[in-house]
């Protein structure tokens, strides 16, 4: 076939016979793969290089482990293995790949097991990562050690103070009351997992939401940037789409109500805002709510002729949460104020005031005017509390039917000379009609960084009586954390109670001053981590921060980070407000930290259940690798299905995988067959390149599969440069085996440093065709569309399965359509 043998190499010479060494016919990981790891290691393959710049740059990021006490589990080996892939392959692609690994070090866990048993969380963390590490590399990842982190090092958390301060400066971190969950008996804040069912896990004492001064990152300030940049993000639309929720943008308007003192005439005037994305409904709006903790109550309490009822519903509202006070399914609860009335200034009605723990302080201006035929939860509350409900947008229904609000658009009614208009034209008149403004609102809140917990970075503010609020100096960054702590819980932080810690002097006047003891929240650490890789290396984490613009400006922004879907809003939302803030600083010149995100799916145990340590159903990387080989238990996990679905462990799978793993070891060791037809290597290849392109790791591998098969089964792709080219392709799934087989073929330098191959032309344009017998499909073939009929009998008829359905039968009739089918009659 002339076509063929443009690109067909024909064996040179003799087939060469390769000797076989004991030992060595058979497949062993055991002994293969750690040495291979130590070669890795020791002539540092995957090292990101500083001063190469003629190769372009690949960031390929995986979202850092915990290192929790539990170790590895299989779910890191899945995401850890695909970014290892691409690695591996974009290397092989001529990239100067970055691709680091470290650890998400301080947090709960290990701090609650210090309370336990007194053992310091340093000593539990160092072990725990030691026991990572260890497992990492079991997996022959290709990660530049060279840039470990551990965000619990005061080499890092330096600069996570750093950036604080940075924020501060900017007026990005600030201080106010916010509430907290506060146990009365054991005198202390609580964490979220602290309170079991409104109550203190410790004491079963009933928690309160308490007013502590706190500090606060103004994540809102950037509201606006975190929304429309999504558009410009590589990112599962699942993902954006609960970003966008989170920050959650209204449009509305702002409209001051005036109120009125039923008990006395008073000269000053009072005003309460609303905030309402329905302005259009204004004339239906027959009172109004505020929330609990409205600054009004305080100011007109006064006036108030129930002031002991809404005090006491004041109490009872501080002790919910807000998920508690918004859940739909709740039964909305409130208190008329008496002695006050708000004054509706469309149509200068009298209307009473409420409050009620629906409506929330922290969104809008914590106040609403309710309009019950036109907003479902005013609606129900209007029929519990027997107010009047006024229609003023025409459902266009002839009977209206008063069972339900009506959400819709029309026309109005009972609106004065907005009558008969349609509502939808009308909101900007109907603001300035009221005096109002147009307003955004975000649902999105400052982000709250203080912890009163010890095994977190600590903030660097000191408390000075003459100077007040002082930032610690940068050259006496870090402020580390005290070693020698009290973990009993005696109900305050740990780090107030060390007085060496705690008693300092004012930087600035030198007189006796207090430190922070609060710990920042261990998302600050994580926020700007992908940064820390970039500045970890040879100059070692030192002040400047200049001392890093070229770096930032060679590697960032991050290419491609794989990660769980458990962090599509905090984290994530928490490390482009970072970026964003350290951009407008002038330190980066990007404003995006990851482009393109990936979001691997859950692995299940075998039952289909979630793997969890009280099921008793978790599966041990150690015992996969010792029982199997790093390579099988890469390729397995890859195999499972599609990287983004959820699916289960498959026992069966993994003899399959490992067998074959035998049938490549067992074809690298055949001897030359002089029949040669490259075609099929290099549609696997152009296959392989294209899957591993998108992230199809499990189609790539039964192409692989496939290829191996007919190979040995077919013997037409068995030579050295054949068995070569499917090495490199198979060497990013697993590396150990072809780094080893590589050498056997001859080769004296890494597989990684050879160039990834290139099919030919010639199947750029290649179509699957199916083959026919008797009216069933029993093939199909890698073509050109456009091939004459004899070529695609002639590759038809070599197929192995065509082969056996055929043996020894006449072929009666082909029926050739080109591109479509090639239909064969026996
Ligand atoms: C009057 C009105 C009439 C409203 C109507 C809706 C429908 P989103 O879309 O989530 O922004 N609201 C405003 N502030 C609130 C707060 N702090 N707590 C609880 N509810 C609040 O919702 C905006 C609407 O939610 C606002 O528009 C307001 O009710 C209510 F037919 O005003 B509306
Ligand atoms: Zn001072």
């Not at 309402?276 to 409205?294: K, M, N, Q, S």
């Amino acid at each position: 076939m002339a076509w063929m043998r443009s690109w067909v190499r024909l064996p040179s010479g003799p087939p060469k016979i390769i000797i076989k060494i004991k030992g060595m016919d058979k497949y062993n990981p055991k002994t293969i793969e750690p040495k291979w790891q130590k070669y890795w290691v020791e002539k540092k393959l995957f090292k990101a290089d500083d001063k190469d710049n003629k190769r372009p740059k690949f960031y390929c990021l995986d979202m850092f482990p915990y290192p929790s006490g539990d170790g590895l589990h299989v779910g890191h080996v899945e995401s850890y293995t695909a970014t290892d892939i691409y690695s591996k392959f974009m290397r092989m692609n001529g990239f100067n790949v970055f691709h680091p690994q470290g650890w998400d070090a301080f947090g709960l866990p290990a701090e609650n097991y210090a309370i336990k048993t007194k053992v310091h969380p340093a000593k539990t963390t160092e072990k725990a990562i030691n026991n990572f590490r260890r497992q990492i590399k079991s997996m022959g990842f290709s990660y530049d050690w060279d840039r470990e982190i551990n965000t619990s090092n005061p080499d890092y958390y330096k600069w996570t103070q750093w950036l604080f301060i940075e924020l501060y400066k900017k007026g990005l971190a600030y201080q106010k009351m916010a509430p907290v969950n506060w146990c009365e008996s054991c005198q202390t804040v609580l964490a979220r997992e602290q309170v079991v069912d409104g109550k203190c896990e410790r004491c079963k004492n009933i928690v309160v939401q308490k007013e502590l001064k706190q500090w606060f990152f103004k994540i809102t300030d950037y509201a606006e940037k975190l929304l429309t940049d999504l558009n410009d993000l590589d990112w599962p639309d699942k993902i954006k789409k609960m970003q966008e929720n989170w920050i959650g943008r209204s449009e509305g308007a702002l409209i001051k109500f005036e109120i009125r003192s039923t008990k006395f005439e008073t000269n000053s005037k009072q005003l309460i805002e609303v905030f309402t994305t329905r302005p259009d409904t204004i004339f239906g709006a027959t009172y109004l709510v505020i929330a609990p903790e409205h600054e009004i109550i305080s100011k007109l309490k006064t006036q108030f002729l129930n002031f002991k009822e809404v005090e006491k519903y004041i109490t009872n509202t501080n002790k919910k949460t807000e998920l508690e006070r918004t859940s739909l399914e709740k039964i909305k609860t409130g208190v008329e104020i008496h002695g006050i009335k708000a004054i509706n200034p469309a149509n200068k009605k009298e209307i009473p005031i409420f409050i009620a723990d629906y409506v929330l302080t922290t969104y809008g201006t914590g106040a609403i005017m309710a309009v019950p035929a036109h907003d479902e939860r005013d609606f129900e509350f209007a029929r519990k509390y027997k107010q009047k409900i006024i229609e003023v947008i025409s459902s266009n229904e002839e009977q209206s039917n008063l069972n339900s609000a009506y959400v819709g658009n029309g026309k109005f009614i009972n609106s004065a000379f907005f009558n008969g208009k349609e509502n939808l034209k009308e909101f900007d008149n109907i603001v300035k009609f009221v005096g109002g403004k147009k307003s955004i609102q975000y649902r999105l809140k400052d982000w709250l960084i203080s912890r009163q917990r010890y095994w977190g970075a600590p903030i660097p503010i000191i408390y000075c009586d003459k100077c007040s609020v002082v930032t610690v100096p940068e050259k006496d960054l870090p402020v580390e954390l005290p070693k020698d702590i009290d973990f009993r819980p005696t109900g305050e932080s740990p780090l107030e109670r060390s007085k060496k810690f705690h008693d300092v002097k004012c930087p600035i006047c030198h007189s006796p001053a207090r430190r922070e003891s609060d710990t920042m929240d261990t998302f600050v650490c994580s926020s700007w981590y992908y940064l820390a890789y970039v500045m970890q290396g040879n100059t070692n984490f030192q002040f400047p921060i200049s001392k890093y613009k070229e770096k930032f400006k060679k590697w960032l922004p991050v290419d491609l980070y794989v990660g769980g879907a458990e962090h599509a809003v905090m984290h994530l939302l928490y490390a482009r407000f970072i970026t964003k803030a350290l951009q407008d600083m002038k330190y980066l010149n990007f404003n995006e930290p990851f482009l393109e995100l990936k979001n691997q799916g859950l692995i299940l145990a075998s039952d289909g259940r979630k793997m969890s340590k009280s099921l008793g159903n978790v599966i041990n990387p150690d015992e996969a690798v010792s029982m199997h080989g790093a390579d099988t238990l890469r390729l397995f996990e890859m195999f499972l299905g599609p990287l983004e679905d959820e699916k289960p462990w498959d026992i069966k799978g993994i003899v399959g995988i490992k067998r074959f793993l035998e049938k490549v070891w067992k074809y690298c060791f055949m001897d030359d067959y002089e029949k040669v037809g490259n075609h099929d290597l290099h549609s696997t290849i152009k296959k392989v390149t294209g899957d591993i392109k998108d992230l199809n790791f499990n189609t790539a591998i039964s192409a692989m599969m496939i290829f191996i098969n007919s190979s040995i089964n077919k013997k037409t792709m068995v030579n050295k440069h054949c068995k070569e080219q499917f090495l490199k392709i198979l060497s990013p799934f697993a590396p150990h085996i072809c780094e080893e087989l590589w050498k056997e073929l001859g080769n004296n330098t890494s597989i990684f440093k050879s160039d990834w191959p290139k099919y030919a032309k010639e199947i750029e344009k290649e179509i699957i065709l199916p083959i026919q017998i008797n009216g069933k499909v029993r093939a199909r073939i890698n073509i050109d569309p456009k091939a004459k009929k004899e070529q695609a009998v002639n590759i038809a008829l070599d197929e192995t399965n065509i082969k056996k359905w055929i043996q020894n039968n006449n072929i009666k009739k082909i029926i050739y359509i080109p591109g479509k089918i090639l239909s064969i009659v026996i």
